[in-house]
């Protein structure tokens, strides 16, 4: 039997990259999945296409994660569909990388309510629908424990914020049998960062493998997390960098 027959996920940016990667596994391994995107309506039904056609529930919301409002329908509506919530993945994010001269206002306040106050407020949402066993899991970056490159003030900020949430996440609701863990993805083969994009060389190089990773690499480690492999791990994170940030 699929480890995660009777759960239901919701995972944030599921529409491509990482979270559509993270979406189909969670399904392979028996979830019932919503899935959040902001503009791509067409690539977040080919994910649900996707999920059905390999027998598991599921559904499509648009919700952009830098609106409160929007984040917090998006869990009610999971709960609505599917009667439940057990894993919540926020993985949308953006990566504004810019020299610290041009970075501006408007570029902070938006990497930080997409990536930062967006898990918070879903995390805030989900929470009470969820019993134990619940698992938060959030993808962060490398970049919390790394910034190998210039340009990254808005974007490690974010990401290093995280850390402090799942820490605080972790400790709040431990008795109550809930985790809360951060992934770490290193570079990662995605729109949002290309194996053949022009800065991917330079990123190889600097993990130990010296390649990029798949997106099926960090959804294999959520997969784990959120099954019985991750009861016993919270408040921690975990890198799935080929290296890069060791
Ligand atoms: P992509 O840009 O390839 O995909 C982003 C996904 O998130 C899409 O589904 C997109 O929806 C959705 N999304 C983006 N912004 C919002 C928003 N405001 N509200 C709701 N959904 C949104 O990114 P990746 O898959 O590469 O990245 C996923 C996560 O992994 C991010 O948090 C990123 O920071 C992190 N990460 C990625 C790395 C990499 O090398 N790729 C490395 C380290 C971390 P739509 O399709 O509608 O646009």
């Given at each position: ?16 990259g ?55 329908t ?92 799942t ?18 993805p290193?570079?990662t ?7 053949d994009g ?48 060791g």
């Amino acid at each position: 039997i699929a480890p995660l027959t009777g759960k239901v996920a919701l995972v944030t940016g599921g529409s491509r990259g990482i979270g559509a990667a993270v979406a189909t596994r969670l399904a392979a391994d028996g979830a019932d999945v919503v899935l959040t995107y902001q503009h791509r309506a067409d690539r977040a039904a080919d994910v649900v296409a996707a999920i059905k056609s390999a027998g598991r529930r599921a559904l499509a919301v648009q919700a952009d994660s830098a609106d409160a409002d929007a984040v917090r329908t998006s869990v009610e509506a999971a709960v609505a569909e599917f009667g439940r919530l057990d894993i919540l993945v926020n993985n949308a994010g953006l990566g504004v990388l810019a020299p610290l001269e041009k970075l501006t206002l408007d570029d902070i306040d938006r990497s930080l309510a997409v990536n930062v106050r967006g898990p918070l407020v879903a995390a805030q949402a989900a929470v009470p629908h969820m019993v134990e066993g619940g698992r938060i899991i959030t993808i962060g970056s490398c970049v919390a424990e790394r910034v190998a490159f210039p340009g990254f003030a808005a974007y490690a900020t974010s990401k290093s914020a995280l850390l402090g949430l799942t820490r605080a996440l972790a400790r709040e609701l431990g008795g109550r049998g809930i985790t809360a863990t951060l992934v770490h993805p290193g570079p990662t083969d995605t729109d949002m960062n290309p194996a053949d994009g022009p800065g991917a060389e330079a990123q190889s190089a600097l993990t130990s493998l010296g390649t990029y990773g798949e997106a099926v690499d960090v959804a294999a480690t959520v997969a784990h997390l959120a099954g019985e492999g991750g009861r016993y791990v919270t408040g921690t994170a975990v890198a799935v960098d080929g290296g890069f940030a060791g």
